[in-house]
């Protein structure tokens, strides 16, 4: 692409035509050398980084292990915020696709009423082998989905691996999607999930079923209650809730609970303030990776690196030593 097609593109996505949206997403979905350039030139035209400077959208992370009802309660949510004239965008974040190849998320049949939807737009995880490169990739589609007009921004994980806490580090809210089941299952749940949860939501109270995800509620809402009060919380969050995303019943009220936490944090300046640590976390990460790579690839390292990790290996050098060595020679060197 030349710059005036890359402005062109760049228009185009602003206007919120959805063709121009999903390839200027793949473009910066691609790991090419020269599309790199070109998505740096299209983000830079769709403005500065929005994160902080216009903070209007709402950026959501849904979390939840394959089978508990992710697309199902995407797409009757999204329906209800349709309905009420917002624009949704939904994302997904799928580690099982960089490891095997394979999707657990991200297959086209899913949300299709949602994907119908004019003011929807619904975009698979990113096939990339590192979790690093996902994030920089989701990172910019945000900027894009954003800048093409919608005020909410879905981004959907599975409940696996790093990607849940890296979902939470770019959104404003997370929550996690729990399925009803017995007092053991909360063992299941891992702390760390639940101290980045803002909500949890248990879904498929319905049937015979709905007892049974009422208990789960009280329980996971017993354990919130255990946790640290953390900055950025008001009085009743992180909150344990009961939906079905079938018959629709309690949807609201989440979505009543999502819009009363980010309505209390951006009047708290806690929302700018968590955009702000965001931004500055991926400014540091990216610092790293680069800095990682400009080390590990100098000639004069490179050579002497698969040497020193020998040494470490065989417990021959410490790990710092070796570190101190590689980065002496980088010094040397340049
Ligand atoms: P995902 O893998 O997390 O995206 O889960 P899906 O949305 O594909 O749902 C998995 C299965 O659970 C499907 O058969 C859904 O119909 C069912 N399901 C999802 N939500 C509900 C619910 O609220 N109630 C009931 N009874 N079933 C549900």
Redo the contacts with the bound molecule.
């Keep these: 692409m030349t710059s005036p097609d890359i402005a062109d593109l760049a228009i185009r996505v602003m206007a919120g035509e959805r063709r121009a949206l999903a390839r200027a997403i793949t473009l910066v979905e691609s790991t090419r050398k020269d599309h790199r350039i070109q998505s740096d030139e299209l983000l830079q035209r769709i403005g500065r980084d929005n994160s902080v400077a216009a903070p209007k959208s709402l950026r959501i992370g849904l979390s939840?292990t394959?089978?508990?009802?992710?697309?199902?309660?995407i797409e009757a949510l999204g329906m209800r915020l349709v309905a009420r004239g917002l624009k949704i965008a939904v994302l997904a974040v799928d580690p099982s696709s960089a490891r095997s190849g394979g999707s657990i998320l991200g297959d086209k049949t899913r949300m299709e009423l949602l994907s119908r939807q004019s003011n929807a737009f619904i975009r698979p995880s990113p096939s990339q082998s590192e979790l690093g490169g996902v994030a920089r990739r989701t990172r910019e589609a945000i900027r894009l989905v954003e800048a093409a007009g919608f005020d909410i921004v879905l981004v959907e994980t599975v409940g696996v691996g790093q990607s849940e806490t890296m979902v939470s580090e770019m959104t404003d809210i997370f929550t996690l999607l729990i399925a009803p089941a017995g007092g053991d299952e909360l063992q299941g749940v891992k702390r760390g999930i639940m101290e980045i949860a803002d909500l949890i939501v248990i879904?498929?109270a319905?049937?015979a079923?709905a007892p049974v995800a009422r208990s789960t509620m009280s329980d996971y809402a017993g354990a919130l209650r255990l946790l640290r009060k953390r900055e950025g919380d008001p009085e009743g969050f992180p909150r344990a809730l009961t939906t079905?995303?079938?018959t629709g019943d309690g949807l609201d009220e989440v979505w009543a609970a999502i819009t009363e936490l980010d309505a209390w944090r951006r009047a708290s300046s806690h929302h700018t303030a968590r955009r702000a640590a965001q931004s500055r976390l991926w400014l540091s990460r990216a610092l790293e990776r680069g800095a990682v790579e400009m080390v590990t690839r100098h000639p004069g390292v490179a050579g002497a690196l698969r040497d020193l990790e020998a040494d470490v290996a065989q417990g021959r050098l410490s790990a710092e030593a070796a570190a101190d060595q590689l980065l002496a020679a980088f010094r040397a060197e340049e």
Excluded: A, E, I, R
């Design positions: 939840g394959p089978g508990v009802g992710k697309s199902t309660f879904n498929k319905d049937g079923l079905s995303s079938v």
